[in-house]
């Protein structure tokens, strides 16, 4: 059973910056060989793709919204995938899960994963 712990959220005034970690229970080894992503949700929406990088870290896409500001990466050394988030917006506020799915390539649906972590806020004031 994979198991997802994230951490790193918290309360960010706007223009600021916060670093989501997520740390992966499979040992180093399998580890790359489970695409991971980064979805959000905010109270009374749908869950929302955000980041997501391939079981290598080779590739990387990117939601509109975080482009340019958001960015995913891995350290398959300690079996984490990170989002770092800066210049950040009131909009940006939700809760943001990790997500991992066996397999080497990217994907953005929330329906492709089936591990997810337990979510982390983040609050963004203005």
């Known amino acids: 059973q994979v198991q997802l712990v994230e951490s790193g959220g918290g309360l960010v005034q706007a223009g600021g910056s916060l670093r989501l970690v997520c740390v992966h229970s499979?040992?180093?080894?399998?580890?790359?060989?489970?695409?991971m992503g980064w979805f959000r949700q905010a109270p009374g929406k749908d869950r929302d793709f955000v980041a997501t990088?391939?079981?290598?870290?080779?590739?990387?896409e990117y939601a509109d919204s975080a482009k340019g500001r958001f960015t995913i990466s891995r350290d398959h050394a300690k079996n984490t995938v990170y989002l770092q988030m800066n210049s950040l917006k009131p909009e940006d506020a939700a809760v943001y899960y990790c997500?991992?799915?066996?397999?080497?390539?990217?994907?953005?649906?929330?329906?492709?994963?089936?591990?997810w972590g337990q979510g982390t806020q983040v609050t963004v004031s203005s």
């Open positions: 997500a991992g799915a066996r397999g080497y390539y990217t994907d953005r649906r929330v329906s492709s994963y089936p591990y």
């Open positions: 499979a040992s180093g080894r399998t580890f790359s060989n489970y695409a």
């Open positions: 990088i391939s079981g290598g870290g080779g590739t990387i």
